[in-house]
């Protein structure tokens, strides 16, 4: 009886998942290869654009000491991290056939994916907040955002993406992952993991959906009364001051659409299969940490001159002119 419980516990033990398979994006060799360089331009171009607004606003005090400006450099730093947590891994499985991560790695992945989003959602509120306060208290936006108050709320937001991301990995980790190990998808995420434990998961998925679809939505509807809010407060603003101020308002509520309205599909419904998940995926982990830079900053006229500023102090042309 003994040798028999060993047996099978050691049955049990080697069914136990290691690693998983990542399916990817495509099982056709020749396609993958274009992926791989059109995915490796968009990485380039996310890491350089990203990167050279964050040493930018570093690099000109004047930037530095305005709110809006301080926000959007710790935006472009969090994209920045953001695109380095999935698309390297990407980038090297496109160019082998055997496409897998170990559990430890898989996790890792879930947890700075997570961090990172849900600390660029928390961001994203606050500079809405800011926005009101230029706009709606002009005269008082200095007094009220000031540089003590940036730094605190910036510090919540890093801890709002922590608790966040960790209360997803304790969910995740205590789950049973036995025989099958294949996720349709070119990295981990939760609603995929999920689908692999070996036991019954609606507990867990209510808990998933609770903690990251309605912290996406909570946080959507909170952008949009803002928004809404300045734009009727627009109404009675002289016609320049209207028209700049809305440019603004425009950009911001672009990157808030195309940051949350993924995660709302992706999160805030029953961990089912739709044929579009990859699309929205790759939407948010490759296209947007890649548009942001464009949409926010590299028009803006403040950091275009700066950009100058810069390119003269290195000596070096800039491709953003």
Not at 165 to 181: E, W
């Amino acid at each position: 009886i003994s040798l028999g419980i060993l047996g099978l516990m050691k049955k049990e033990n080697d069914s136990v998942a290691t690693e998983f398979i990542l399916l990817g994006l495509s099982s056709s060799w020749g396609l993958q290869l274009f992926l791989f360089l059109i995915f490796l331009l968009f990485y380039m171009a996310t890491v350089f654009g990203n990167l050279l607004i964050v040493v930018t606003v570093q690099a000109d005090a004047q930037l530095l000491q305005s709110p809006m400006y301080y926000f959007l450099g710790h935006l472009s730093f969090i994209d920045l991290c953001l695109s380095c947590v999935t698309v390297p891994k990407m980038l090297g499985d496109f160019l082998q056939q055997g496409k897998t991560i170990s559990f430890s790695g898989c996790l890792a992945q879930i947890y700075f994916l997570h961090f990172l989003g849900a600390s660029e959602m928390f961001l994203l509120t606050v500079m809405a907040y800011d926005r009101y306060v230029a706009i709606c208290n002009p005269l008082y936006y200095l007094t009220v955002m000031n540089r003590q108050l940036c730094f605190q709320l910036v510090f919540a937001c890093w801890c709002g993406g922590f608790i966040h991301s960790i209360t997803q990995i304790i969910l995740v980790i205590q789950l049973p992952f036995c025989g099958h190990n294949e996720l349709d998808n070119f990295y981990c995420d939760v609603p995929q993991v999920i689908k692999l434990a070996c036991m019954d998961t609606f507990v867990v998925e209510v808990l998933m959906v609770s903690n990251s679809g309605l912290l996406s939505l909570v946080c959507f509807l909170v952008l949009l009364f803002s928004y809404a809010v300045i734009l009727i407060h627009l109404r009675t603003h002289f016609r320049e001051g209207r028209s700049k101020a809305l440019s603004t308002c425009a950009s911001h509520l672009t990157v808030v659409s195309l940051i949350f309205m993924p995660c709302v599909f992706i999160y805030l419904r029953p961990f089912c299969s739709f044929s579009v998940d990859k699309v929205f995926s790759v939407f948010y982990t490759v296209i947007t940490p890649m548009l942001n830079p464009l949409i926010y900053t590299l028009r803006n006229a403040d950091m275009k001159t700066s950009m100058k500023k810069l390119r003269k102090v290195c000596g070096t042309p800039l491709p953003c002119e």
